[in-house]
């Protein structure tokens, strides 16, 4: 939700053109976090060659409804109506923007970001996340003769921050620096955030701060350094030695990785000053997250550069039309990935197993775990729902689900002896997070499960699995949800341990999970038939998904999948439950999707077939190969059929149909297939 962005070029000459540029594609390979609305900030021209702020013309500020193609064409609108000059130079330049997803006030240029301190933009800040206290703050703000233009939460930031610097101003007559305000700031704000400020009074200068939310510096050197090692020398990085280079602050790694690999995640309760090319972090002692720092004092760290292991082909879209459908079909690459390593099958009748480097520490301590509890969201928890049988059937330990929100709503019990696995692709969903903290508090073990390495769940969880399904972009999750089912199967695998009476049933998982992307390109091969399935469908209102066992996952994950990018209304049934509700809808008009593969649940699924039948149902039965003829109730009846594969490994297979409808129906429909009305991909305010 949200993303923001910010591009510094020092001792480099760039045309005002060329630095637009960078902040619009820097936005777009952000919009999937949010994309209502959209804003950037840049110097006005005569700000160049002139950093005494007394002189220094406010910077301009640009923010527009829509996308950030609306946003694209009115800042080129308003620059040729004005005179700025899109051939100006600037040798060192500080630009920052933002791509919104709105929660507090409607998406309009007011609310959209950067926000400022007023006329004059002397502080501008561009925010990911929420401040829970703007409310108090603004109050006191209002006393002292501050006014408001936006219904947002972000607003009383850069207020803040001149506040703060009139005050110091004020008091001392002395010069306070950048950090310094911001420090003051953040030791007011609460909540979880990731900013960026740019002043008119400290030009060519940025600061980036968080707490919760993710954030990233970005660093390229724009001449080979053969002495520049990758860590914060005296806490200045890249010490101030003229030489060119550029410093790009995100939200994440899509933004910057196409510019350069050497990235420092920025953590918890840190302040990044990029000054005259470079680079001090301060941070705030005894940080602790969500709280206020206001008791705390900053002191400088050090911090060492890391390297992204991404790669630009990945935030691409290839040949494909959308991200979703790019990442539907590279499911047998990325599944690939996420075992490269982790199965060992040494010649046919020898040893199989399975090795997670990130657990292998802690698996006795979950296997004696009074209870598995599964934790997560949308989709991800989806994924821990289809994994659950199979942890269960393989540890003999107690798996319960719990969506985080719910648990944090009832504040369920969690217990020491509990070990607790966090499933989510992004690492930052916020209801997520905070599940994590209670977790954390109430002492159980924590493991997670995510995509991005580096994220807050990843580095908050004592273990964990990175699923390595590679950058996933659309925001309807496809290639996650199956790297995620794969990588549980595998901690289910290794959970369970050798014992002999399941070494069969191990070892055809383990030759199942081997041969599974061969099995999900066969499943992909249905591809025509589903975009036919949807044109009969794309008039639909509503679409029921039964399944049950392994596969009521796949219900309520393709049911999902509709509902989410097609904007049509659709239910994931257990179809045990079928006569306690649902049986009321069926008619001669509703879809209903009924998935009946070969499993210990199959004949259960016959009969639900039947009863459906029995009552005019409109069916879609999906089925193994070769069943088609004992599911189907008569020839009117489509059938789907797919590749059977062991029982665990078969939700991976049977969403892929779904998730295929999905994609066509969304562009039969003519919908926004990558970035479906009012979703974001990573939900951080709760
Ligand atoms: C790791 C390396 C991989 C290398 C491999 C070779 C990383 C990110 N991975 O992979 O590049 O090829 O060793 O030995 O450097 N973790 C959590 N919480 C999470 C996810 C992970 O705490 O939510 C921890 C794990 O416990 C582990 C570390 O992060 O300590 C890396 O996890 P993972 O990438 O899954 O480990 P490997 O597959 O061993
Ligand atoms: C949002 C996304 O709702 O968050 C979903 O749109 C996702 O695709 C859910 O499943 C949970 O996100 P994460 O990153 O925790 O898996």
């Not at 990085?237 to 995640?265: I, M, R, W, Y």
């Not at 082909?313 to 499911?331: F, R, T, V």
């Not at 004696?368 to 540890?395: H, K």
């Amino acid at each position: 939700m949200c993303g923001i962005f910010a591009y510094l070029n020092y001792n480099v000459d760039r045309e005002r053109r060329y630095i637009l540029q960078v902040l619009f594609n820097g936005l777009r390979r952000l919009e999937y976090r949010g994309y209502d609305s959209a804003g950037i900030a840049i110097d006005d021209s005569s700000a160049k060659c002139n950093s005494n702020s007394n002189s220094t013309p406010p910077p301009l500020v640009f923010r527009q409804e829509g996308n950030i193609e609306s946003l694209v064409k009115s800042v080129y609108k308003e620059v040729e109506e004005t005179e700025v000059n899109l051939e100006d130079r600037f040798g060192t330049h500080a630009g920052i923007a933002h791509t919104r997803w709105a929660t507090h006030g409607e998406p309009a240029p007011r609310n959209s970001h950067p926000q400022t301190s007023g006329p004059g933009n002397e502080f501008l800040v561009v925010h990911n996340g929420v401040i829970t206290n703007y409310e108090v703050l603004k109050e006191t703000l209002l006393r002292h003769g501050y006014t408001f233009e936006s219904e947002t939460d972000t607003e009383v930031i850069p207020k803040l921050a001149k506040f703060v610097y009139d005050k110091a101003n004020e008091a001392a007559g002395e010069v306070v620096t950048f950090s310094q305000v911001v420090l003051e700031v953040m030791r007011h704000l609460e909540g979880a955030y990731a900013l960026i400020f740019k002043s008119l009074h400290y030009p060519n200068e940025l600061i980036a701060c968080k707490r919760g939310s993710p954030l990233l510096l970005g660093v390229k050197e724009l001449t080979e350094n053969k002495d520049s090692s990758s860590a914060f020398e005296d806490n200045k990085f890249l010490s101030k030695d003229g030489k060119p280079k550029e410093l790009f602050l995100s939200s994440d790694a899509n933004a910057v990785v196409e510019h350069t690999k050497k990235v420092l995640v920025i953590e918890d309760g840190e302040v990044v000053h990029l000054k005259d090319g470079g680079v001090s972090i301060l941070k705030f002692e005894n940080d602790k997250g969500e709280h206020r720092a206001s008791l705390s004092r900053a002191f400088s760290v050090r911090r060492a550069l890391s390297v992204l292991e991404m790669e630009v082909e990945q935030i691409n879209k290839g040949h494909y039309e959308h991200y979703m459908q790019k990442e539907i079909h590279e499911q047998p690459e990325s599944l690939t990935t996420t075992m490269r390593g982790r199965l060992i099958r040494r010649g046919s009748n020898i040893s199989k197993s399975v090795l997670l480097g990130g657990l292998k520490d802690h698996l006795k301590t979950i296997r004696r775990s009074r209870r598995i509890v599964f934790i997560g969201c949308g989709t991800s928890y989806n994924a821990a729902l289809a994994a659950r049988p199979i942890l269960e059937e393989l540890s003999g330990v107690p798996v319960t689900m719990e969506i985080a929100s719910d648990l944090l709503d009832r504040e369920g019990p969690i217990y020491r002896e509990d070990t607790a696995i966090f499933v989510s692709q992004s690492g930052e969903t916020a209801d997520t997070l905070l599940a994590l903290q209670y977790a954390l508090d109430n002492g159980a073990l924590c493991v997670g499960i995510t995509n991005t390495v580096g994220s807050a769940i990843a580095r908050n969880t004592h273990c964990g699995v990175h699923i390595n399904a590679g950058a996933e972009i659309g925001v309807a999750s496809t290639k996650a949800y199956t790297s995620q089912i794969v990588v549980m199967v595998m901690l289910a695998l290794a959970i369970g341990g050798d014992t002999i009476s399941y070494q069969a049933r191990r070892e055809a998982i383990i030759d199942g999970l081997f041969d599974l992307p061969n099995k999900v390109r066969e499943v992909l091969k249905l591809d025509q038939e589903m975009k036919d399935l949807a044109k009969q469908l794309i008039a639909e209102q509503s679409l029921l998904v039964f399944g049950r066992g392994y596969n009521y996952a796949t219900a309520l994950e393709g049911a999902l999948k509709v509902k989410e990018v097609a904007l049509m209304h659709s239910e994931g049934i257990l179809a045990g439950e079928m006569k306690h509700g649902p049986l009321a809808l069926v008619d001669e008009n509703l879809p209903i999707v009924v998935v009946a593969t070969r499993d210990a649940c199959f004949s259960k699924q016959q009969s639900v077939i039947q009863q459906l039948h029995a009552r005019k149902g409109r069916l879609i039965v999906m089925c193994s190969k070769g069943d088609a003829s004992s599911v189907r109730p008569n020839e009117n009846c489509r059938v789907i059929e797919v590749p059977q594969v062991e029982d665990c490994l078969q939700p991976v297979i049977n969403v892929v149909p779904l998730q295929l409808l999905a994609y066509h129906l969304t562009v039969l429909r003519g919908y926004n297939v990558d970035q479906p009305r009012n979703l974001a991909k990573s939900v951080t305010t709760q």
